[in-house]
């Protein structure tokens, strides 16, 4: 028998004697019966597989492919963890891992540092953004994923790890020490005017809250008096650490969020259990539609008590709980178990997964506007459920020119970044640092000869007219308009160059504070032409316009 057959359906008969004992007692037609038969029906098959199939298989992934598509159907959330991908499992939850501080990834056809996490081995023994990785010990990595190169890196703390990597035309060798790295929730903060502190909280894993709360002591010292938390982008997490969050700025035994599930023991009410930090401080809460799960607890609990001013775009809209269950073998399944509901009493979940609720290709679907319940805030405020959560104060998707996206998907931007490390020591902090017009020269300059090519939303729309009139028969009464048509839309690259300056010289710079001032000057150099944020102080410079929108009555 193939070996890697030999685990899996330990596993598939464990559970066919468990639950052949348990239908033993019990009616035919229950439950148990339905699932040990099938159960048996699909070791057979697998056993069947392996004997019989004209090519050799892997039994352990048929399984697997098997689970997942299993579980494909619940929710997406719903998942398989097998033992080997119990590390990156851990990394999501915990935010902590033993390696030596860096995002790696393929750019530009190579392997390389991506980015250097602030104050460990990597960054510490000098290695940048841009340089390639040749080799990790003595394995020569060149050729290898980005996986396999991660795990090289990754190992027991205080052990040691040679790398080779190339920058420019110098070959770079350094010897490394593992450690512990806890990844900070809370990769910036700072204050965005002598008035207005900023914390941006980006995970919920252990110690979120507080590293949220250690950022708003040190921003009351230097004096602020009033707070933007921005949840932009955020996936959520450990659901503790939201409660204790948003306990930072209610006060004691007031409820979060209770999840209410089919079992008795994942029915559980969420209460803030210390005093607040600061129950008063005027605050915005930025959220977007990357903002997710424990953020939007965080934002629609503070929303629902009439805390914080919301601002942004609606939420991603994941209501579900997820438990995580030990199975054999070192693996595990992580399974929905329950929903939110926050303070309001409304649940956030914007896509009703049950089977039930399928369009005609058994698609999950979203709940209908016509089906979504009003709930009051604690001032009365009518707040929606169904569909994450909504901001009293909108802001638009920034969007960006063709020639924009190519530049920086072509990693043009990134090449130029790397060149313009080689060649400055040093520049102005994140927030006071300017592209200028001759910088910006030097960067057109560096795409003479690059393939940079684009089309415009236009030419598409043209291009789609073209296509369709050809299969409709009419293409030869339209075809003089479409040919004045593309003649007027034809991009031209080098004006574009000009007429996109402003935003392209604002890719330019995040790429360009990357290299110097990692993770934080990427925020903080953001926040400079950030709508969202502008909005937020606008909003906060106004106490009537705070008391005006979080007590106006709905109409």
Do not use: W
């Not at 098959?45 to 689970?67: H, K, P």
């Not at 110690?207 to 002591?217: F, M």
């Not at 969007?399 to 920086?408: C, D, F, K």
């Amino acid at each position: 028998m193939n070996k890697n057959f030999k685990k899996p359906i330990i596993l598939i008969l464990s559970a066919i004697l468990t639950a052949g004992l348990l239908f033993s007692f019990v009616d035919k037609n229950d439950k148990l019966f339905a699932i040990a038969k099938n159960l048996d029906i699909f070791a057979s098959l697998i056993r069947e597989l392996d004997s019989y199939y004209v090519d050799e298989i892997n039994a352990e992934e048929l399984v697997t492919i098997g689970i997942n598509a299993m579980l494909e159907e619940l929710d997406p959330y719903t998942e398989f963890i097998p033992e080997e991908n119990s590390d990156d499992f851990r990394l999501m939850t915990t935010g902590e891992y033993a390696g030596v501080g860096a995002l790696i990834g393929n750019r530009t056809g190579s392997n390389m540092i991506l980015m250097p996490y602030k104050g460990f081995p990597a960054q510490s023994a000098g290695l940048r953004i841009g340089d390639e990785i040749l080799k990790v010990d003595t394995v020569d990595v060149v050729n290898s994923l980005t996986s396999d190169i991660s795990k090289l890196l990754k190992g027991p703390a205080n052990t040691n790890v040679f790398v080779q990597v190339k920058r420019g035309t110098d070959t770079i060798s350094v010897n490394l020490t593992r450690k512990k790295i806890v990844i900070s929730n809370v990769p910036f903060y700072g204050k965005l005017d002598d008035q207005t502190g900023y914390i941006k909280l980006s995970d919920f894993t252990t110690n979120a809250a507080s590293d949220v709360r250690n950022a708003l002591v040190d921003l009351k010292s230097q004096g602020i008096t009033r707070l933007v938390l921005d949840v932009r982008d955020n996936p959520g997490g450990i659901l503790k650490e939201a409660v204790d969050i948003v306990n930072l700025f209610i006060p004691k035994g007031k409820e979060v969020v209770r999840t209410i599930g089919k079992l008795e023991n994942v029915n559980s009410v969420y209460k803030t259990t210390k005093p607040p930090v600061d129950k008063d401080i005027p605050m915005v809460v930025l959220i977007n539609e990357r903002s997710a799960s424990a953020a939007e607890i965080v934002a629609g609990a503070l929303q629902d008590y009439d805390r914080a001013v919301l601002v942004g775009r609606r939420t991603f809209g994941k209501g579900l709980v997820q438990t995580t269950v030990p199975l054999s073998y070192n693996s595990q399944v992580k399974i929905t178990t329950a929903k939110y509901y926050i303070p309001s009493g409304r649940c956030i979940q914007a896509i009703d997964y049950s089977q039930d609720n399928r369009d005609e290709n058994g698609n999950s679907i979203s709940i209908p506007d016509s089906l979504r319940k009003e709930f009051r805030t604690k001032n009365g405020r009518i707040v929606l459920d169904g569909a994450g959560i909504e901001p009293v104060e909108k802001t638009e998707t920034k969007s960006y020119a063709p020639i924009t996206y190519s530049l920086v998907a072509r990693n043009l931007v990134f090449e130029y970044g790397n060149k313009f490390f080689l060649e400055n020591e040093m520049i102005a902090n994140p927030r006071d640092f300017v592209v200028t017009d001759e910088i910006y020269a030097d960067f057109v300059a560096s795409l003479e000869g690059k393939d940079y090519d684009y089309t415009t939303y236009v030419e598409k729309t043209l291009e789609d007219l073209e296509k369709y009139a050809l299969k409709e028969k009419f293409f030869d009464d339209i075809k003089p308009t479409i040919d004045d048509l593309k003649k007027k839309v034809s991009h031209n690259k080098e004006q574009d160059l000009v007429t996109f300056k402003f935003e392209i010289k604002e890719a330019l710079r995040e790429e360009l504070v990357s290299r110097y001032f990692f993770q934080q000057g990427i925020i903080e150099a953001s926040l400079v032409n950030d709508d969202d944020v502008k909005t937020a102080l606008g909003i906060l410079s106004s106490p009537d316009e705070i008391n005006r929108v979080l007590t106006a009555s709905a109409k």
